[in-house]
């Protein structure tokens, strides 16, 4: 039997430009190369599509991108193609069968790359426009699980315009209904980027303008006091599961940025240690969160346990997950029993498994009139 080609996309055009690297470079060394065919794409931070060759990088070299560049996808006789451009003219035509997009933030997790998929007649991993684009946007991935009986901290967003119109009046808002301390954050963003923690009014403010620097909405939620921050994975389409419970523990106040990426020192347990039944509970708010924002392949839902309390809130699912080595998606279906290629090979299937279900709906209604 012939290979899938699987075309991995990385890099991108956004701030987790760096993330997404780390993320595909595990991807790509725990493809199943008995079964799948690797077509690296690379795009650049300009969000030129380029082929990448990989051998080098995967040994511990650097990353060998192309000259040549890419037009955008279309669905050709045979299937799925991209039309390779060097020195301005057509240099070559490649078949994909399936995309495996790891491309974390803007233009690569919140739904635009996937409608270009869509147009392209492509089955991809992860989940689709709607999933992806609320999963991204926190106000209104807040505002669906919340309405969904799940619960959430409470928040406030608005427009940068807004702020910009009335810094006084969105301030007052916040603080009468959230308290100090709270979080602002970039309301379509992940990694951390945009976040701060503010503890009071002056603070609120350098933080908003802050987070306007890199997104028009603007979301601050009340700070859980103490928490401990468990993430659970789902993996599935129409009947998605929940790997066990993992537990970070930031050796900063919280899980930032430099925290992630930048720092050592963070611990990251699997399983966590909290007993039976809170372990049901989260795994089923997980999948529960999962389906409620349609997501489908894969997802990381995250949440916070108030010291004290002991309250649980689901603080946000992640669409596309970190993939490194110690990424926390990986390795707690690790802890679950699936390993890492495994789970590779299983989110393709995945992808191929809705492509087949999505192309059995009938695009024609003449013959129903």
């Not at 989260?282 to 949440?303: E, I, M, N, P």
């Not at 087949?356 to 709906?361: E, G, I, L, R």
Request: negative net charge; aromatic residues 8%.
């Amino acid at each position: 039997m012939a290979k899938l080609t699987v075309g991995v996309v990385f890099g991108g055009r956004s701030v987790e430009h760096e993330v997404s690297l780390v993320s595909a470079k595990s991807v790509i060394s725990h493809t199943d190369k008995d079964k799948y065919e690797v077509f690296p794409i690379f795009i650049d931070k300009e969000g030129v599509w380029r082929r990448a060759s990989t051998d080098a990088w995967l040994g511990g070299g650097g990353l060998e991108v192309g000259t040549g560049s890419f037009l955008t996808p279309s669905l050709g006789s045979g299937g799925p193609l991209l039309y390779e451009i060097a020195d301005g003219k057509l240099a070559a035509e490649h078949s994909i069968d399936v995309v495996f997009p790891v491309l974390h933030g803007t233009f690569g997790e919140d739904g635009a790359v996937q409608g270009l998929f869509e147009l392209m007649g492509v089955p991809y991993v992860g989940a689709g426009v709607l999933g992806s684009s609320v999963g991204m946007d926190k106000i209104v991935m807040k505002a669906m699980l919340k309405d969904s009986g799940l619960p959430v901290p409470e928040f406030v967003g608005f427009y940068k315009h807004e702020w910009e119109a009335d810094r006084n009046g969105v301030a007052i808002l916040a603080m009468n209904v959230l308290g100090m301390p709270c979080f602002v954050k970039a309301a379509n963003l992940g990694s951390s980027v945009g976040v701060t923690k503010a503890k009071d009014g002056d603070e609120l403010e350098k933080a908003i303008d802050y987070a306007c620097k890199f997104s028009s909405r603007i979301i601050v939620e009340r700070a859980v006091a103490k928490p401990r921050e468990i993430e659970i994975s789902v993996l599935g389409n129409e009947e998605p599961v929940a790997s066990c419970a993992g537990e970070v523990i930031p050796h900063r106040e919280f899980y930032d940025y430099k925290a992630k990426y930048l720092e050592e020192g963070t611990g990251l347990v699997a399983p966590a240690e909290l007993g039976d039944e809170l372990t049901a509970l989260l795994r089923d708010y997980a999948v529960r969160a999962f389906k409620a924002l349609d997501c489908s392949g894969l997802g990381r839902v995250d949440f916070l346990i108030e010291e004290g309390t002991g309250a649980v809130y689901v603080s946000e699912i992640n669409t596309i997950p970190g993939f490194t080595q110690i990424s926390m998606y990986p390795r707690l279906w690790e802890e679950s029993g699936l390993g890492f290629k495994d789970l590779v090979s299983r989110l393709i299937e995945l992808a191929l498994e809705r492509a087949a279900s999505q192309n059995a709906f009938k695009t024609d209604f003449r013959d129903e009139i």
